[in-house]
């Protein structure tokens, strides 16, 4: 057919030069919609095998591959879209549920996406799955690591020493004999309480005594306090000595954290990589001055010391020890060190913040306060103390914690394939086969924001109680997780949980208990992230999957004094 013909005679009052200039960008468009043609008919051919695999035998499937348009990308651009949740409720719109799995591309690398609870439990049981690659990662391009230091901090493809141990064995001891046993976890929850109530009196003076008052943001006033004290108690009191404005820095750090681990280049994002620069040069001059202190020789974490101010914990002098031991530069021991304190205030803090707004919210049931009050002053004791083991034991409280973290953990349990691997589905009848050389992820949010799991009230509503069973003897509510297995995995799961969740939580729990016995607040309105008024509660602040504890895009502006003794605390219609 000739370019004369009536069919393409309009292309002829085109000017060649054009035609010559546009012909790539409609190559690309065409190749772009096979792509799309392509992978759409084998997502619907892929799909129709694994729903018809529940009729059939046993026989394991692969998951259906989401369709998508550009290759190697793949759904790598819209997965990083920083609005919570949104992947997925497109993703949900026209893929069901039912299949248990599914496949993505992002950037290059074939990710198969859990959301199958049995699915889910089996893979965290599989104790030979490992994610070496991925924390090496977080470690370079999160933190800033270098990459032929970091594969010695880990000890990728290293047997074990003289003694017997290998480096990771080295590690997981480290983490359960200073984060898991109750005497490492103790000691870290007395001294961090004790700087807590510090900072608590301190804050009591400037209220003025008996009568004064005044108006804060309660999260910002939170984030400080909890801040210093989270890191006082871990890391030892020189470090906000020695660098004063870390607390600022860190929290700049921290909405970018997952900016450079995602890969974004620094001509696109310099205002990330320059954040990092700074708090790690902050970090590098703390480490340099506290190794000239002890003579780069940290305190025994073994011996009769539980704290002291150069390093703090025994948990961070085994640390450093380690660090020594595997020859890090001073920057890759400030890079981690930077790790471990983002795992542990980034989100420790922010889950304080979401129970104290849920627990004094206006809008929000009414009896709320009154009851966590209650359950609260049962375990104080009469110099003002807490008692720990109780206050972890309040079901009502315990329950409030972990609607929070159902509501607002985002995490992306992740497993590196190295052979193939084959799980149940739901109703164990159906095998989904996920093949070597691949990733597999679980995501929390699809566990625990799933409305068929969660309902009376709908998964996205705070609701304090959602943990609490009738006690069939006493009649007494109890705390209870029960039927949540591979639907609720806030702190991950199998061989990679996380090792501070047994401090993290005494931390949070202790933090909302000091702060309510000592003070009262009346709330005042609530704020955006710029301070202005807005008339609903906070939402979630842009950012992206797997953030851990989701930061909010607000506050509650609250009246906040010393609290009398059998004082009650004030709302608006009081």
Same mark, same amino acid.
């Given at each position: ?5 009536? =069919? @393409? ?30 992978? /759409? ?20 499937? /692969? ?21 919570? *949740? ?7 719109? @026209? ?32 104790? !030979? ?20 230091? !970091? ?13 017997? $141990?290998?480096?990771?064995?080295? #590690? ?23 700087? =807590? ?5 301190? %804050? ?37 000595? /020695? ?40 970090? &590098? %001059? ?90 609260? %002053? ?25 609607? $929070? ?6 995490? =992306? $349990? ?85 090792? *501070? ?10 933090? &909302? ?16 992230? #710029? ?11 842009? /950012? ?31």
């Amino acid at each position: 057919m000739s370019l004369k013909t009536p =069919l @393409f005679r309009p292309l002829n009052t085109i000017p060649r030069s054009v035609l010559i200039a546009v012909a790539p960008f409609i190559v690309v468009a065409v190749i772009l919609t096979i792509i799309r043609l392509y992978t /759409t008919v084998r997502y619907r051919s892929a799909l129709s095998d694994h729903a018809s695999a529940r009729d059939k035998s046993s026989k394991a499937s /692969t998951p259906p591959a989401i369709p998508y348009t550009i290759p190697f990308l793949g759904h790598a651009n819209a997965f990083l879209a920083p609005r919570p *949740g949104e992947f997925w409720a497109n993703l949900f719109r @026209f893929h069901p549920r039912k299949s248990g799995a599914c496949t993505l591309l992002l950037g290059g690398n074939i990710t198969h996406i859990l959301f199958s609870p049995s699915a889910v439990q089996a893979l965290f049981k599989n104790r !030979g799955l490992a994610r070496d690659g991925f924390n090496l990662q977080i470690a370079v391009k999160g933190l800033g690591v270098d990459h032929k230091e !970091g594969l010695r901090y880990f000890g990728l493809g290293e047997g074990a020493d003289h003694t017997g $141990v290998t480096p990771v064995a080295q #590690q997981e001891h480290m983490n359960h004999k200073y984060l898991l046993e109750r005497k490492g976890v103790n000691e870290l929850t007395a001294e961090f309480t004790r700087v =807590l109530v510090d900072e608590v009196a301190s %804050e009591l003076k400037g209220t003025g005594g008996e009568g004064g008052d005044r108006e804060v943001g309660l999260y910002a006033w939170l984030q400080d306090r909890m801040f210093n004290a989270s890191t006082t108690a871990f890391m030892g009191s020189r470090l906000l000595e /020695t660098y004063p404005y870390f607390r600022k820095d860190f929290f700049d750090f921290d909405r970018y954290m997952l900016t450079m681990f995602f890969g974004l280049p620094k001509w696109l994002k310099p205002t990330a990589y320059n954040i990092r620069e700074n708090v790690l040069s902050g970090l &590098v %001059e703390w480490q340099q001055k506290m190794q000239e202190e002890c003579n780069s020789d940290p305190t025994d974490p073994d011996g009769e010391v539980d704290w002291e101010p150069v390093f703090g914990s025994r948990a961070n002098r085994a640390k450093q020890r380690y660090y020594a031991s595997r020859g890090m530069s001073n920057r890759s021991r400030a890079a981690l060190d930077l790790g471990f304190l983002f795992g542990l205030s980034s989100n420790a803090i922010p889950a304080t913040g979401w129970m104290l707004l849920h627990i004094l919210d206006p809008k929000g049931d009414k009896s709320l306060l009154d009851r966590v009050m209650q359950e609260l %002053e049962s375990i104080q004791r009469d110099d003002g103390t807490l008692d720990i083991p109780k206050l972890v034991a309040l079901p009502l409280l315990h329950s409030v914690f972990h609607e $929070v973290l159902r509501l607002y953990v985002d995490l =992306l $349990v992740t497993r590196e394939l190295k052979e193939d691997l084959t799980l149940p589905l739901d109703d164990g009848k159906r095998q989904v086969l996920l093949e070597k050389d691949s990733v597999v992820m679980a995501p929390s949010w699809l566990g625990q924001r799933d409305e068929t799991s969660w309902e009376n009230p709908p998964a996205h509503q705070f609701f304090a109680e959602r943990f609490l069973q009738t006690d069939s003897v006493t009649g007494k509510p109890v705390f209870s997780t029960s039927g949540t297995n591979g639907k609720f995995f806030p702190f991950g799961g199998g061989k990679t949980i996380c090792p *501070g969740r047994v401090f993290a939580k005494q931390e949070v729990l202790a933090s &909302v208990a000091l702060v309510l016995l000592a003070f009262d607040f009346e709330p005042v309105g609530f704020v955006d992230e #710029q301070g202005r008024s807005r008339k609903d509660f906070p939402g979630l602040r842009q /950012t992206y999957s797997g953030s851990g504890v989701l930061a909010m895009d607000g506050d509650m502006r609250v009246r906040i004094k010393k609290r009398n003794s059998g004082s009650r605390h004030k709302t608006p219609s009081d």
